[in-house]
């Protein structure tokens, strides 16, 4: 299995590609992504504010992992980096890993971006990784996440009753995964 510590993975897609976060990418844009409440509407970042200290911080501690990749989505014709996609954790007995997203440029949204980085970084998953199974979650009401896992063939395993606390109520918790079928 490739070493996921590689510094040059860098993965291409129509639009965009997938390359490792550096800690240059921790900006006030960035951090402004995070504590902004629309963008953050989903992520659990959201409890608390979040700083250039601690966004930096979390970037160092995924860096140093072995078992973790967090990349930067950057756009082709300009490089602009406009959210992240992780992979991680990445169980290597069971072969599987939980992918998870955030597009924090607004500009960006509704434009299949985050199905076309899901689908690149589960092909590389697949591909480079070796891995069996990657699982996702999502808030239920979090339709626009749901609809891009399901457009790159992600099934819904499950549903997790009142999960997540989301504006003072219980929402479910959709559990989605797919199989690797071209070992």
């Not at 590389?124 to 609809?147: D, E, M, P, R």
Request: positive net charge; contains cysteine; glycine residues 6%.
């Amino acid at each position: 299995m490739k070493k996921i510590t590689e510094r040059n993975i860098k993965i291409n897609g129509d639009r965009i590609y997938l390359r490792k976060i550096e800690l240059s990418d921790v900006s006030s844009t960035y951090v402004n992504w995070l504590n902004d409440s629309e963008i953050n509407q989903y992520l659990e970042t959201r409890y608390e504010d979040q700083t250039i200290d601690s966004v930096h911080k979390y970037v160092e501690k995924i860096m140093g992992t072995d078992n973790e990749l967090l990349l930067a989505m950057c756009l082709q014709d300009n490089h602009k980096h406009i959210g992240n996609i992780k992979l991680g954790p990445i169980n290597l007995i069971h072969k599987n890993a939980e992918i998870s997203l955030f597009i924090g440029d607004k500009n960006a949204w509704g434009k299949g971006i985050a199905t076309e980085a899901i689908s690149i970084l589960t092909n590389y998953a697949f591909k480079n990784l070796k891995l069996h199974k990657i699982t996702a979650g999502c808030y239920a009401n979090n339709i626009g996440s749901i609809k891009a896992f399901e457009k790159v063939r992600f099934l819904i395993e499950g549903n997790w009753k009142d999960h997540y606390l989301y504006n003072r109520e219980y929402v479910d918790r959709i559990c989605l995964a797919i199989i690797n079928e071209n070992k």
